[in-house]
């Protein structure tokens, strides 16, 4: 099955910082890659997500970057605020094929005011 | 997205004892999934609750200790059996859209946190 591998595992950023989280996976039939925002006693929420037929993908202050040939993506979030202190899940799926998600282990990020 | 409710909110259970989490969506969806986060871990895939049909188990996950129903589209439980201390837990479900509109994005329901002592 497919193996999803995230770092870091924290990461503790100065507010108005960028943010990098980096992922890797084994499967390269992998082509659906959302990323989850988890603040503390809350639900996993799907903040961004990227496809495998395109590189680059923004929302705002987010982003995700992809690379198919060396089966890595990553999440970027600039003007980091501490709202922004959470745990972040990456995510790999063949899509509606089989549907099910490969989680990575987790960052947790802290923005410092 | 999809408004997802999970019954109950939290348990305090003893051991040896069963407890039956309901997971109920607002919109038909084809896939639904069940989720076990324990603390500071990430998210482990118990099961897909596959509407019609038995669910499919991940490794590691039996269908005598996690037995799941999906009587249609819009509702799932999962049942957590003979309980011990080791279940204790955040249980998740996830649906996936099944349209265009949100093909392949997974949403989580609230979650039950389950203590067991």
């Known amino acids: 099955g497919e193996n999803v591998e995230q770092h870091p595992s924290t990461l503790s950023v100065q507010e108005g910082d960028s943010a990098v989280i980096k992922c890797t996976y084994s499967?390269?039939?992998?082509?659906?890659f959302p990323w989850y925002k988890q603040e503390l006693g809350k639900r996993p929420q799907l903040i961004i997500d990227?496809?495998?037929?395109?590189g680059e993908k923004k929302d705002q202050r987010i982003a995700v970057t992809l690379n198919k040939t060396a089966k890595h993506f990553s999440l970027h979030i600039t003007e980091t605020q501490p709202e922004d202190s959470a745990v972040y899940f990456c995510?790999?799926?063949?899509?509606?094929?089989?549907?099910?998600?490969?989680f990575g282990r987790g960052t947790q990020l802290t923005v410092w005011p | 997205s999809a408004v997802i409710s999970q019954k109950p909110s939290r348990d305090i259970c003893q051991r040896g004892t069963s407890l039956t989490i309901q997971c109920q969506v607002d919109s038909q969806v084809t896939m639904m999934f069940w989720y076990r986060q324990q603390p500071g871990q990430s998210l482990t895939l118990i099961a897909t609750?596959?509407?019609?049909?038995?669910?499919?188990?991940e490794s590691g996950f039996v269908i005598d200790k996690f037995p799941i129903s999906r009587p249609n589209l819009t509702f799932s439980t999962l049942t957590v059996s003979n309980m011990s201390p080791e279940d204790s837990s955040i249980y998740l479900c996830?649906?996936?859209?099944?349209?265009?509109?949100?093909?392949?994005?997974?949403?989580f329901g609230p979650g039950t946190r389950l203590t067991v002592l």
């Open positions: 990227i496809r495998s037929n395109v």
């Open positions: 499967d390269s039939a992998s082509n659906y």
């Open positions: 609750a596959n509407q019609g049909s038995e669910a499919t188990y």
């Open positions: 995510a790999a799926s063949r899509g509606s094929t089989l549907g099910r998600l490969y």
């Open positions: 996830s649906v996936e859209g099944d349209n265009t509109g949100w093909a392949n994005e997974q949403f």
